[in-house]
């Protein structure tokens, strides 16, 4: 499984927009790129996915470049809630039945500042 | 709401007693996910279980286990209870095995181990 490294806290402020870069050197041809929030006390959402180039959500864009060993997240124009820990996955089935383990990192602590 | 039920919502126990937390699926996902967070630590996958058959299992320790019922619900039991194992407990499901989409999340339990 790649293994990914991110910052371990960003801070930034209000209507700001926001970049949060995720390193997985040794990121596998089939893997696709997964970032995830959570709140204190809940479980993670889903963001947004994507395997190359650049996919856009409504809430966030993701920009893989040509040899995918990183990613960034960006958050247009932060507000307070969107204060939260940030995950990035890299993985992908891992052998011909598909299994699929879903490994999380440590995450970026994202503090939004009024 | 991410339409994962996890119960119960808190649990307070002693050292060396048993409990089981309890898992039911979205509707229609056939996968579900169990994962483990301790005080300010990152997500530590568990074990996966898709159609009632284990897929892939991650730090799991031998003194505990979990199954998938026929209507797809999970259980995790925990058994000879440490200080330690006092965490957040997730559960997710997605629809296949080897989804390179979205996991959803409950809201988790919260056990705390006296």
């Known amino acids: 499984l790649a293994k990914t490294t991110q910052p371990i806290s960003m801070d930034s402020y209000e209507g700001q927009e926001v970049n949060i870069t995720c390193s997985h050197n040794?990121?596998?041809?089939?893997?696709?790129i997964t970032w995830y929030q959570q709140f204190p006390s809940q479980g993670p959402r889903f963001i947004i996915q994507g395997y190359k180039t650049k996919v856009t959500n409504e809430v966030a864009s993701l920009f893989i470049p040509a040899d995918r060993k990183s990613s960034t997240l960006s958050l247009p124009r932060v507000s307070l809630s969107d204060t939260a820990v940030y995950y990035c996955l890299v993985g992908g089935p891992l052998t011909t039945s598909g299994t699929y383990k879903y490994i999380f990192g440590t995450g970026t602590r994202l503090k939004v500042l009024a | 709401d991410s339409g994962v039920t996890q119960t119960p919502k808190h649990l307070i126990t002693a050292t060396g007693q048993r409990v089981t937390l309890r898992c039911s699926p979205r509707s229609g996902d056939l996968s579900v996910y169990w994962y483990q967070q301790s005080l300010d630590q990152g997500l530590q996958f568990l074990i996966q279980?898709?159609?009632?058959?284990?897929?892939a299992k991650g730090n799991i320790l031998e003194r505990f286990s979990a199954q998938q019922f026929p209507d797809l619900h999970s259980e995790l039991n925990l058994s000879s209870l440490e200080l330690g194992d006092s965490a957040l407990y997730f559960c997710a499901s997605s629809v296949g095995p080897a989804n390179t989409g979205e996991l959803f999340f409950g809201e988790g339990s919260r056990l705390t181990v006296l």
């Open positions: 040794n990121i596998a041809t089939n893997d696709y």
């Open positions: 279980y898709y159609n009632g058959e284990e897929r």
